[in-house]
């Protein structure tokens, strides 16, 4: 990919969707696999049974210097697994995660929202990451879930490293934090079960064989770890959409009513996630007027689906007003976003209680320190 892709793709991106939607690519010190702009094309690979996406599989297939990333067995989880696997895992989790049981939290998530921003000093520059895109999803997946208020912060730092490690030792580092932390939880809630979701599966794991203690380990990372970065970068992402379109903004302010529809625009326009996780192809599969082999990565770019001007038109700009549903933000298929009517909820009172608790919000930095993570996961600001 050229140099600075990570700084704005959508160019690439536009070149790409027209020269070839399916094509190969070559990530440096990546991986090579046949990258997929088009929104029709990612729909229908994201819901095609002949990828699949086990660790063991991907592993497999990953060059030496880019399978340590896939090593671990803690990522033996429901993202990383094919059905029948798949479905016995979600379907243990589903039902603490639909949009009903998660609309119970809302008092609880405004609560937390509002606490955060009690302590924003107005009138002063304060990093909006830090001081509150970060630690309102950390704390509400940490209560959902059971993990104790002190141990946040320990959280915190072992999870971060698990979706953006700067090297393997600090990945192995993290896990090995991460796993061992759990594992002493999971035994305390078998111990004294508490109202949360760890003791939930704690009492499946030990009512069947439903899911065994490793699965418990690796569920628990996996919801842990999935519900954070991502969120963080809902919040942040949509805020300097907003700042960089200022009329967007009035609109916003003039309607409040309109912030579960701006949601989703923020979502298309510049979602969290860029790339769907990975998968590669069991047989042959024709894509884009291409055949792609079997045993080959194919890498789908949620990003660039959601600015595809057949589905969106005129996709580079941002209309808190636009119709934008059917975009691929969340995956689309079995391994759709089990944690999205969550994070809609969480995204809407963030941004709600932002803007009603302050007047004016300006953007403290230059244009040249809003450095894009140079991730192929998430999609967010340093
Ligand atoms: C899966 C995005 C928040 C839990 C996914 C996938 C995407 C995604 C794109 C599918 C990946 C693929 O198919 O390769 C997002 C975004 C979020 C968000 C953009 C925030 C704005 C959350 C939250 C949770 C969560 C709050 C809370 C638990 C999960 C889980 C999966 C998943 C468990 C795996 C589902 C499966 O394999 O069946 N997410 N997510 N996510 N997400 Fe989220």
């Known amino acids: 990919m050229p140099k600075g892709f990570f700084q704005n ?28 702009t088009r929104h029709a094309d990612a729909r229908r690979l994201l ?40 479905t016995r ?17 809302r008092p609880r998530i405004e609560e937390i929202a509002d606490a955060l921003l009690d302590v924003v000093p107005a009138g002063e520059t304060v990093d909006l990451l830090d001081g509150f895109a970060f630690p309102l999803p950390i704390i509400v997946i940490c209560e959902l879930l059971g993990v104790p208020a002190a141990d946040r912060d320990q959280f915190r730092q072992w999870s971060r490293p698990l979706v953006a490690a700067a090297s393997l030792a ?137 600015r595809d001007p057949e589905k969106f038109p005129d996709p580079d700009r941002l209309d808190v007003t636009r119709p934008a549903a059917g975009h691929v933000a969340f995956g689309h298929g079995i391994h759709y976003c089990l944690g999205a009517p969550l994070a809609r909820l969480e995204g809407a009172i963030a941004l709600g209680r932002l803007l009603d608790r302050f007047g004016e919000i300006e953007l403290a930095a230059e244009p040249a320190d809003l450095r894009w993570r140079g991730s192929v996961l998430v999609h967010g600001l340093h």
């Open 170 to 306: 600090e990945l192995a580092e993290s896990t090995g934090g991460l796993s061992a932390y759990l594992r002493k939880l999971i035994a305390e809630k078998r111990a004294a079960p508490t109202q949360d979701v760890l003791s939930d599966l704690v009492h499946v794991s030990d009512d069947g064989d439903r899911l065994s203690p490793d699965e418990l380990l690796n569920m628990a990372v996996l919801l842990l770890v999935a519900g954070f970065e991502t969120t963080v970068n809902l919040i942040g992402n949509s805020v300097l959409a907003l700042l960089r379109n200022p009329g967007q903004l009035k609109a916003l302010r003039a309607d409040p009513s309109l912030v579960p529809g701006a949601v989703e625009e923020f979502l298309r326009y510049e979602g969290p996630v860029h790339f769907a996780t990975m998968r590669y192809t069991a047989e042959p599969v024709e894509a884009g007027g291409v055949e792609i082999p079997a045993g080959e990565f194919v890498l789908i770019s949620l990003l660039a689906a959601n």
């Open 47 to 86: 819901d095609d049974r002949r990828l699949l996406k086990n660790r063991a599989g991907v592993a497999d297939l990953m060059p030496p210097h880019a399978a340590g990333a896939y090593a671990s067995p803690l990522f033996d989880h429901m993202l990383n697994s094919d059905p029948p696997d798949h």
């Open 89 to 105: 895992l979600r379907k243990l989790v589903t039902k603490a995660f639909t949009a009903r049981a998660v609309a119970r939290l």
């Open 9 to 36: 793709p959508y160019e690439t991106y536009d070149l790409l969707r027209t020269a070839g939607p399916v094509r190969r690519v070559s990530f440096v010190n990546w991986v090579d696999g046949w990258l997929v």
